[in-house]
C-alpha cells in the first residue's frame, strides 16, 4: 500500500522554509567568523614574529657596537693577554 502525504498547511510550509534559512545563515556566519578569527591568529603571529627578528637584529647589531677596545693599559708588565672570539664549533682563545 502507498502512503500518500496530505497537503500541508501553507503557514507550516513557511515556517519550514524559515527555519532552514535561519539555520543556513548561522551556518554561513559561523564560517565566516570560524575563517576571521584564523586569519586574525595569522596576522598577530606574524608580528610577534617580525618584532622578534627586529629586536634580534637590534640586539646583534648594539652588541657590536657596545664591545668597544680591550683593556690592556691596566695589565702589568710581563702579562699575556688571551683573545676569546666565538666560532661555529664554540669559543676559541688565541
Known amino acids: 500500500m ?13 515556517l519550514t522554509a524559515l527555519r532552514m ?4 545563515a548561522v551556518q554561513v ?3 565566516l567568523m570560524l575563517v576571521l578569527v584564523a586569519g586574525l591568529v595569522a596576522l598577530v603571529t606574524a608580528i610577534a614574529g617580525i618584532t622578534l627578528a627586529a629586536a634580534a637584529i637590534a640586539m646583534r647589531l648594539t652588541a657590536a657596537r ?4 680591550s683593556q690592556a693599559s691596566a ?3 710581563g702579562a699575556i693577554t688571551l683573545e ?3 666560532t661555529p664549533r664554540g669559543w676559541t682563545v688565541e
Open 66 to 69: 657596545r664591545a668597544g677596545p
Open 29 to 31: 556566519l559561523a564560517g
Open 84 to 86: 676569546a672570539r666565538r
Open 2 to 14: 502507498v502512503h500518500t502525504r496530505a497537503p500541508s498547511d501553507p503557514v507550516a510550509s513557511l
Open 21 to 24: 534559512g535561519v539555520a543556513l
Open 75 to 77: 695589565m702589568p708588565e
